[in-house]
């Protein structure tokens, strides 16, 4: 599933970003890589999401949140 189309205080792994190769390597810059857990704080009516990932919260648009491919994390 896409980000964008997550629920709000739900944990998920990142499977896969297809995004422009700067944009990939901004992200992954920040701490945001395939495998890793990305949680959605809030969603705004515009699309934008606000989220977490390593301990940081971040502010992503809706054609970004498109892009990322991830899956529910396991609750372990």
Do not use: D, W
């Not at 395939?34 to 971040?58: C, D, E, L, Q, T």
Request: charged share 25%; glycine share 10%; aromatic share 4%.
């Amino acid at each position: 599933m896409r980000l964008c189309e997550g629920e709000v205080g739900k944990t998920y792994q990142v499977q896969s970003m297809k995004m422009a190769m700067q944009t990939e390597r901004r992200l992954e810059a920040l701490g945001l890589t395939p495998g890793g857990h990305i949680v959605v704080m809030n969603k705004k009516p515009r699309g934008a999401m606000i989220v977490k990932f390593r301990g940081s919260r971040f502010a992503i648009g809706r054609s970004m949140t498109e892009k990322i491919i991830v899956k529910e994390a396991s609750a372990t």
